[in-house]
């Protein structure tokens, strides 16, 4: 039978050699197979990327994804059209899911009033859903959650429809501290820890003026 070390001699008679070229940082690698007598095989290889930006259509995407926003469409609509015309995220995961595509949209600076068309008739003045308040702070959604559940915001749960969604009340203020809390160094709380302090600072906190406003 065969062996490896067979298998590699059998290479090394019909190759002269590989070259590999990647085009820049990009998940578009060349690949030139240079066969003995002087023929060769060029061909596109696709590798695994870090960021976004690294990809060679990124700005095709971004464009894509600016004129879907302006039709009024909503993270997750954004989401199925980019996986149904090809657009693949970085890391060889799968397609774009609702999370991936607010990200990107809060990347490119797209005003949150194209996200706020669906189902603003369920909502009050300064009424956020969860996933368009995460999307405006440009954090995940199942962090701001976590918040939630931790006390951190001012919400209630949508009980006329199914699903139940949550609804987080924030006006100009409240942004302005959940942004506040959303740039503080992750190792703040162990340093209070450290030295002693309060844990909860007040900031934690929403403020009781909307608690008020609806008694």
Not at 164 to 182: T, Y
């Amino acid at each position: 039978s065969t062996t490896n070390q067979d298998r590699k001699e059998i290479v090394r008679q019909v190759i002269e050699r590989i070259v590999i070229d990647a085009e820049g940082r990009s998940e578009r690698v060349q690949v030139r197979i240079e066969w003995a007598g002087g023929t060769s095989t060029e061909s596109i290889m696709i590798r695994p990327v870090a960021k976004l930006e690294h990809l060679s259509y990124y700005p095709k995407l971004c464009e894509r994804v600016r004129s879907l926003a302006a039709q009024g469409m909503s993270a997750a609509a954004i989401a199925r059209g980019l996986n149904e015309e090809g657009y693949r995220p970085p890391k060889r995961r799968e397609g774009f899911d609702r999370q991936s595509a607010q990200d990107l949209i809060h990347r490119l600076g797209l005003s949150r009033q194209r996200l706020r068309s669906e189902g603003r008739e369920d909502l009050d003045r300064y009424e956020w859903w969860l996933g368009e308040l995460a999307c405006e702070l440009g954090m995940p959604e199942a962090t701001l959650y976590g918040w939630l559940r931790r006390g951190r915001l001012q919400a209630r749960q949508q009980e006329e429809k199914v699903p139940h969604r949550w609804i987080v009340w924030a006006d100009e203020a409240e942004l302005g501290r959940l942004k506040r809390l959303r740039a503080r160094p992750v190792g703040e709380y162990l340093r209070r820890l450290w030295v002693g302090g309060s844990t909860t600072p007040p900031e934690d906190h929403p403020s009781e003026t909307h608690h008020e406003e609806r008694r």
